[in-house]
Each structure stands twice: as C-alpha cells, then as structure tokens.
C-alpha cells in the first residue's frame, strides 16, 4: 500500500465579482499519476466490490476488499452513500426543529438521538429540565438501547446464517414500537424531546404496558441465548475474529460496545453521567477479548442491563410536570396562549422567531447504543445553530474496520462488518 | 479551567492563545505551527495523559470577520478530563494544517470529513480523499458559509453530474488527471 | 320512425369477440402471475428500510403478498422497492441496479424522501427518484406504516393486472438515460424538484 502525502490545490469557493460561481479545481495538483486508494492488480489479488447495495453491509456501504484467494488482504470502506446532509440544515433551522432531523440519524434508536440533542441544547441554553422529564428520558434511552440491540442482533445472526433470531428480535422490537406509538405517535420518527421538556407526557397505560414488557422481555434473550451463546455455527464463526486490542480501541477512538468488548470499561453513563444516570443500579458490560463473540456477548448483556434500569426508572417516575416551567422557551398551553395576552406573544415568539440560545457552545456525549453520540452546538445568539456538529460513534467505529478484517477470510469480514453494529444515517449524516 | 491550560502555556509559551470557558467546557487556542507539537505533548505527558480523541472537526462563522476555527476535542480517559483544542484559520487565506493521524488512527477519517466539508487540507494525511462526497464533486466545500443549501448548480445539472460520476469512470477520469469540472468551462 | 345508425371501423378494435375474449384470458394469466409474485428489490437506504425489514417480518408479513423471497440481485427482481433517502452519491448505483433489471419490472418509492426528496432539500439529496427511474406507486409517510406499504403493494397489484400485453404502446420497453445522461427534460427536473409549500424561513440562515 503506498502512503503518499498529497499536496492539494485549495480551493476558495465563492462567487466572483459578476456574481457567478468560482471555478473550483479539486484534487491533486501535479501527480503523475493519482492517488487511488485501489491497487491495478496485475494477477494475483483479486478485488471484489462490495456494492452498496447489499444485502450484509447493514445500509449503503461500499467495500472494495483485496482478496488473496479467500484471504482478505486489505478493505476499503466507501462511504457517503446516505449523506443527506443533516448538518448544513441545521444551521437554517430553529432548535426545535433540528429534533426531528436528529430522528433520521440513527434511524434505529431515534429516541436516544432526541434525548443526546435535547441535552446539547439544554446545556448551551443553561436549562436545567424536571425530576419527571429526567426519569422520563432514561426511559425513552433504555428502550432505544433494547431496540437498537434487537436489530443488531437480527440482522447479525441473519448474516451468519441463523434466521430465526431475527424474528423473534423483531417481535420484541414490535412491542417497543407500540408504546412508542402510543407516547409520540411515530412508530419510528418520535422527535419526543423538545428543548427543555418533551413533547408530550405518557400516557397512561405506558407504565403498565412498560412494566410488562420488562417482565416478559428476559425470556426472550435467554431465548436467543439458548440458540446463539453455546452454538458451535456461531461460536466458530464468531471467537478470534476480528480482534482488536484496548491499546488499539483507544487509539482509534472507538466507543460503546465496541470498546468495552476490547477490555475499556469506559461507558459514558459511569464515567460522564448524565439524566442522574448515577443513582441508577447497573453494571458495565465488559469483554476480554475484543473480538466478534465479546461484542456479541456485551450487546446481549447490555440488554438485560437496561431492562433492569428501565424496572428502576418506572419505580422511582415522580409525578409533577414534564416540561421546565419557561415560558420563553416551552410553548404555553393552548388554553393559555389563545386567552392570555402575555402568553400569546410568547407562543408567536417562538414560533415565528424560535428560542434564541446565548453566545457559546457546547458539547453532550451520551452512550448511544452505538457508542459515544456528540452532539457540538455552536451558537452567535441566534435562533439557529452556527454549526451542529454529530460526533457520530458509528463512523468513527467503522474506520477500524481495515485494521479488523486484514488477514482474516472474506466470510469473517461480513462477521466483523456486522459486529461493528453501524447504521449508514448516522456514518454518513 | 483545566489547569491542563496553564501547563500548555508553561510549555509552550506564545504559541498557546487564550484559554476559556464555555458552558462547563474548556476552550484553548493553540497556534496553527504548534499544533502536532502542543497534541504529541498532550498526548504524551504522564500528567496530560489525553490518551482518546474524541471528535476532529471545523466551524465557520456566520460573521465574515472571524476565523475559521478547527476543533479537536479531546479526553483523558485514566483521569477524566477533557479539552477542546482549537486552531484558528483564516477563511479565505490557506486552510493547511498538520494531520495528528500519527498521534490518533481515529483522526484519519475524521480529518478526511473536514476535509471534505470545509477544504481544510492536513499535511501529512495518508489519505486525503473526500469521504462524504464523491470524489469529483465540482460544487465545492458544502459546510462552507458561502456554499448555498440547495447547491450551486441547478437539480438537473446535479442530477446529471451525480449520473455521470460512475466508479468506472471515475477511476479512468482521476487517472487521467481530471478533477472536477463546471458545466460549460472549456 | 326509421334510425339510422352509421358504424365507423375503428383501427386497432378487434371485430372478434372470442380474439378478445382470449386475450383477456391471456391478459388475466399473465397479470395474475405477475402480480401474485412480486419478488422485491429491496434497495433499502435509511430508515424507511427499517419498515421495510418490519413489514417483512412476522407481524405484518407481505409474503402473504406474493413477497415471498427478497430478491437481492436485481436480475432475479420484478420490483425495485426505493425504501428510504436517495443522495446524489447513489443516484448512479440505483439506475444501475434499475437497468440491471429485466423486463417487467416496476419501481415502487417508498417514503416521502424518495418521492420526493422529503425533509432534505439541500445540495446532497435526490428530489425524487422520480428524476431518475420510472416509478410505479408512491407510498407517503415519514416512514410509511407498514400498512400504507401494503396498501402500495395492492395498488400496484391493481395497477399491474389493469395491464395487457396487446396494448398499441409498448410498457414493457427500455428506457434508457438519453444522450445528455438524463432520464427528464432538465427544466422539468428542474420544475419538480422546486420547493414548495409556504415555508419562508427554510433558506434562510439566521
């Protein structure tokens, strides 16, 4: 492989003095020959692509792999084909209407995603929110942490063949979705936060609806445990594959499951907590080896995990209100705005202006099921962001993935590629 | 403050800008040509010890006036500390930068984003591609605040530029030399 | 009261009924066929895909729809299901994979960013893939429900079996991009990509 520095001609986009668009030349200046990531193999190798369309790359992602017979002998990942660029628009819209814009990042655990830039917000706009709110979203993270898992390991056991768990993750998945629907009216698309509150309380037969999901969702991981954990298929194409070491997790700032499978008990919850995470009684999951059958063994306990903190979070919900009681930044209540002089003006003022944020920044990690999710809002004082920045977890996990998948087979680089547990929205945002 | 501040300015003297505070958060500028320096030293020192990189990315400001700034945020993951480095670039002068991707294998995707968004160039990347984007794209940097939202060209000739941009072609067009060109230029 | 009633021979009429009749049979065969097995391309981007996955699950199920096997390689597949937001970046790799193809084969968009490019109107997103292939059924939502992608399904079932193979246009001809590398006149690209609504601060910044 050969590492060449290239020398860029920058180029200054901009519009010239009669107003039309500046020639904007890109590339390698004066290279005799260009700098193509991609090998003229001449005989021996071969390379294969991986298209992005394909049905074990877990959403539009190219992988071009060198191959030495069956031996992967380099991969290089091609991204960018879901860049639907997420973060130019939120600069031409008010905070809350970024809320739900961060839905289709991580189109599988949309609630976390609210809840992580809820928190940026509320942290460059110094709002502190309600006990009721801060209970209510260790709720809304716990079970996009089970449903983000839920699909992980559908659509793993589907790539290493085993199509029932699938299935019956799925299912589990269906009942989250029902009160998901019944809280926000999405099944999937919940823009439940809101700056300062949420978008609504919970009904009143989430808590049972909850509290029986808890109870009955234990039986199904022991379920797929029995069918995966002890399974010689799974376990032979699982253990040793794909091992990276701590050193090598930190150092490509890996996060979530994917570090801790590697020896790092590093979770945002413990070690940065947020939403009183503190107070609530959990273990982190932590692996030994690094390799697929750890990171598999994490997510699965990280499941159980969050069902023992969603049992707390419904012990311990308090009553009171769900939204901070600012009429500058929430809406009033209908009943008010359409009576009350002082608080129509404010419900026109945030509409028509949005909520301005004070000069700053701020950044919120919080552990998404993928890993480390950051939210960076910049503000001038205006209503809308100067830059919203998305740390995304599953990006930055992703360009371990050459590192991963050298020198193994190119049936273990599917293994690996699913064990990385990415979702193309957010990589690409 | 992080007092790891005052250390990087005992340390490193002129070349350490202003330190503050934002919301909690601890913000110091550091010089464009110490940059790798001041990371190495942060990364390096027992008593820094910022071993996890957390994000690497750019903000341009509404405000024609300011500089561009390049963001490192970074962390020490035995002692829990964390710092937002950053550079400050003039927006319209040259957006060049030493690439810490010898310091952090996580920054060499990150730094190709930035690349790819803003145009800022890291000297000593391995692989200086754009990763979002295609790697002809003619329309320019689009987190730049002089990049519209909708683009430069009309829909049509972004439809027929995003058809024509083939992987095939793509490799024969770069091998030749070609880089992205505007409609109707010679 | 004498009447007289002038008959025209109309081109194209078959003055035969039971040539009619059998090619009605025919037509209902063949509709039949194709529209009971429609295997699906799924080309699944974002997180309509995610629906996608979940009506093909156990709960809402569309092998009861003749969906049977998801045919990943587009050479095996009736109908391109565009589930989710389509970039610039694969606009080319769809019209690949639609042109990959054979004969007959439907599009359906799911979504409201496949229809239309959705809540994405910036420099990087495809207004529609309309734009680029022929589309069949436009499903709505943000993402549809699997019901609403069921009930595309029947609508194309009902668009399929109103098809015939003695029709004087020929449906199930090629069309490739033209020679300017499009597949629409690029004012009328132009013109259905234009935003709409009554928005007025969506461009602007600050």
């Known amino acids: 492989m050969s590492k060449r520095t290239v020398e860029l001609e920058l180029a200054t986009p901009g519009l010239d003095d009669r107003g039309q668009p500046v020639r904007v030349p890109l590339g390698v200046a004066d290279a005799p020959d260009s700098t193509l990531p991609e090998p003229d193999l001449a005989g021996e190798h071969m390379l294969i692509n991986l298209g992005p369309q394909h049905p074990a790359t877990h959403g539009v992602l190219r992988l071009v792999v060198e191959l030495d017979g069956e031996t992967v002998v380099r991969v290089i990942p091609h991204l960018g084909y879901l860049h639907s660029g997420f973060e130019k628009l939120g600069e031409y819209r008010h905070y809350n209407q970024i809320i739900p814009l961060t839905d289709r990042t991580d189109y599988l655990s949309p609630m976390a995603n609210n809840v992580g830039f809820a928190l940026a917000a509320e942290k460059l706009m110094g709002i502190e929110i309600t006990p009721r709110c801060t209970v209510l979203r260790v709720i809304a993270c716990e079970m996009s942490r089970i449903i983000s898992h839920m699909v992980w390991l559908g659509t793993t056991s589907i790539d290493l063949g085993a199509f029932t768990p699938f299935l019956w993750a799925f299912q589990e998945r269906e009942r989250i979705y029902n009160l998901q629907e019944m809280w926000t009216g999405a099944r999937l698309t919940t823009s439940v936060t809101r700056v300062g509150g949420m978008m609504a309380d919970i009904p009143d037969d989430f808590v049972t609806g909850l509290r029986e999901f808890t109870q009955t969702f234990p039986r199904t991981l022991s379920e797929i445990d029995r069918v995966l954990t002890r399974n010689a298929v799974w376990v032979g194409r699982t253990q040793g594959v794909g091992a990276l070491t701590a050193a090598e997790a930190i150092n490509h700032s890996l996060s979530g499951p994917m570090l801790r499978a590697s020896g790092v008990p590093y979770d945002v919850r413990k070690d940065k907590p947020y939403l009183d995470y503190e107070t609530y009684d959990f273990d982190v999951v932590v692996g030994e080896h690094g390799d697929v059958y750890d990171r598999y063994l994490v997510r699965l306990e990280e499941c159980s995990q969050s069902n023992r903190i969603l049992q707390q979070a419904l012990v311990r919900l308090p009553d009171g209100p769900v939204n901070v009681a600012d009429p500058r930044v929430i809406l009033p209540p209908k009943s008010r705005a359409m009576n009350d002089m002082e608080a129509m003006i404010y419900h026109f003022k945030q509409v028509m202006e949005g909520v301005k944020a004070p000069v700053g920044e701020a950044y919120v990690g919080i552990e998404n099921p993928k890993g480390e999710l950051g939210n960076y809002l910049v503000s001038d004082g205006t209503a809308k962001p100067v830059r919203w920045r998305i740390r995304p977890p599953s990006f930055i996990n992703l360009s371990a993935l050459s590192r991963m998948a050298e020198g193994h087979l190119l049936s273990d680089l599917i293994a690996i590629n699913a064990s990385v547990d990415i979702v193309m929205g957010e990589v690409d945002r | ?186 | 009261m004498k009447r007289v009633i002038e008959t025209k021979a109309v081109s194209g009429q078959s003055p035969n009924y039971l040539l009619a009749k059998f090619q009605d049979l025919v037509d209902w065969a063949v509709n039949s066929s194709r529209a009971n097995s429609l295997w699906p391309m799924p080309f699944g981007t974002a997180c309509c895909a995610i629906e996608f996955m979940a009506t093909a699950a156990s709960r809402y199920d569309f092998a009861r729809f003749g969906m049977e096997r998801q045919a990943f390689s587009p050479r095996q597949a009736d109908v391109l299901i565009c589930a989710g937001r389509l970039p610039f970046k694969l606009a080319p790799v769809i019209r690949r994979i639609y042109d990959q193809m054979p004969q007959p084969k439907w599009v359906i968009s799911m979504g409201a960013c496949a229809s239309t490019g959705g809540i994405f109107d910036n420099y990087a997103m495809v207004q529609g893939i309309d734009t680029i292939v022929p589309v069949d059924v436009y499903v709505p939502g943000c993402p549809p429900r699997p019901e609403g992608l069921l009930y595309g399904v029947l609508l194309l079932h009902k668009k399929i079996k109103g098809e015939s193979l003695f029709d004087r246009v020929p449906r199930r001809a090629e069309q490739p991009l033209d020679e300017r590398g499009l597949r629409l006149p690029p004012e009328q690209i132009d013109e259905i990509s234009e935003p709409f609504g009554n928005s007025v601060h969506q461009f602007r910044s600050a």
Not at chain 2, 81 to 99: C, F, I, Q, Y
């Open chain 2, 1 to 186: 403050m992080n007092p790891t501040v005052d250390a990087l300015r005992a340390t490193f003297g002129n070349a350490i800008g202003r330190g503050l505070e934002s919301c909690g958060d601890t913000i110091v500028y550091v010089a464009r040509e110490s940059l790798l320096d001041a990371m190495t030293w942060l990364r390096d020192t027992p008593q820094q010890g910022y071993d996890y990189l957390v994000d690497v990315t750019a903000v341009e400001y509404r405000d024609r006036e300011r500089p561009l700034e390049l963001v490192y945020q970074l962390r020490s993951l035995p002692r829990g500390a964390e710092l937002r480095v950053k550079v400050e670039l003039d927006p319209r002068g040259d957006l060049t930068v030493d690439s810490i991707v010898p310091l952090w294998r996580g920054a060499d995707w990150l730094e190709r984003e930035t690349f790819d968004m803003f145009g800022v160039t890291f000297r000593g990347h391995p692989d200086l591609r754009r990763i979002l984007m295609w790697e002809t794209y003619a329309e320019g940097y689009p987190l730049r605040k002089d990049f519209p939202l909708r683009g430069r060209f009309s829909r049509a000739e972004q439809v027929r530029q995003a058809l024509a941009a083939n992987p095939a072609d793509m490799r024969e067009r770069l091998r030749r030399g070609e880089r992205g060109k505007l409609p109707h230029s010679e």
